[in-house]
């Protein structure tokens, strides 16, 4: 005796297999999300992750994937768009572990860093520098009144009052102190100016010398190219005897203004009874004026050949030199009025 399977049979067996289908696909598809989203090791220790400024989620998935917090660059990016597309990650340090899921890892990396870039420019005067640190650090007045207090009275001795807190972009924990910071600044000046201090001392020049002429011509500079004609006219002046007449220097002396740290000098503040007025002392002042960097350093260890003795820059900041007093009038005339 046959049996007869009609079409509904035949309809209900194939949704059945179907539904069998699709359902062990679904399970194979989320296993496969969960794994590849999942910690790639278990029971690690935390590290330091660093994303640096200008950082995309791409190139973050990439570094991740790279240095092994993550199994797929594509997974994690894809990931973070969906899920938490409204958060983003901020450039800074960060302690991660491969032990994390991109889910955890995603939380770590939109919470606040343990680390904070912090740029400092060049040609600052140390209470600028402690503006900036205490704006991108967080701190209190009075932490940034030590690290003040830190500079003021420095424990290598008053060589390093001014000058040594090297301009570069660091990488600070939050939560470092005065002293911490101060510390790797004057580090990465060590680094930094250890083959101008050889060189200084091949010359003869004392190394706080070259490094005071350095934060003059620094802060005197429109731009780098015209730091070793500075430099070149410096020397003349300091070789021949003469007040250096340099505006920056008077600036430092006159201190902060509703204007800023340096704003144009007057007719009056060219009379600051100040051994950093070089209008009133010949020589160069008692120390740096501002915490050069290197092409400053370089050009003062290395000045142009010139025979000029005055110099200015018009309104283009172009700069012109003078071999007379006669001349340099002249230049004003004809480059400033």
């Not at 910690?39 to 190139?59: M, N, Y």
Request: overall charge negative.
């Amino acid at each position: 005796m046959f049996s007869v399977q009609t079409s509904g049979h035949r309809h209900r067996r194939k949704m059945s297999n179907r539904i069998i289908f699709i359902g062990t696909a679904l399970i194979a598809i989320f296993l496969s999300i969960f794994v590849v989203l999942g910690a790639p090791r278990v029971g690690t220790k935390s590290e330091q992750f660093v994303v640096s400024r200008g950082a995309t989620l791409q190139s973050i998935s990439d570094s991740l994937a790279a240095e092994g917090f993550v199994r797929s660059s594509l997974a994690f990016h894809a990931y973070f768009h969906i899920f938490d597309n409204k958060k983003t990650i901020a450039p800074g340090g960060y302690f991660i572990s491969n032990s994390m899921s991109a889910w955890t890892m995603a939380d770590a990396l939109t919470s606040p860093s343990s680390m904070k870039w912090v740029t400092i420019p060049e040609g600052l005067r140390k209470e600028e520098i402690a503006d900036i640190l205490a704006t991108d650090l967080d701190w209190s007045s009075s932490t940034e009144a030590q690290f003040l207090a830190d500079t003021n009275t420095p424990a290598d001795g008053p060589d390093y009052i001014e000058g040594v807190y090297f301009p570069e972009t660091y990488l600070i924990p939050i939560g470092s102190s005065p002293s911490d910071v101060v510390t790797e600044l004057l580090a990465q000046f060590n680094k930094e100016f250890a083959p101008y201090q050889q060189e200084a001392a091949n010359q003869n020049i004392k190394w706080t010398t070259a490094l005071t002429l350095a934060s003059i011509i620094q802060r005197e500079a429109a731009g780098t190219s015209d730091m070793p004609i500075i430099s070149g006219i410096l020397w003349n002046r300091l070789l021949q005897n003469m007040a250096l007449d340099v505006d920056s220097t008077v600036q430092y002396a006159r201190g902060d203004t509703p204007m800023g740290w340096w704003a144009p000098i007057t007719s009056a503040d060219k009379q600051i009874d100040s051994p950093f007025n070089t209008y009133a002392h010949a020589g160069l002042p008692p120390h740096p004026i501002s915490n050069p960097g290197i092409a400053a350093i370089n050009a003062a260890l290395n000045p142009a050949t010139t025979t000029c003795l005055y110099y200015l820059h018009d309104a283009n900041r172009v700069i012109h030199c003078a071999d007379t007093l006669d001349q340099q009038e002249n230049n004003i005339v004809k480059y400033l009025k």
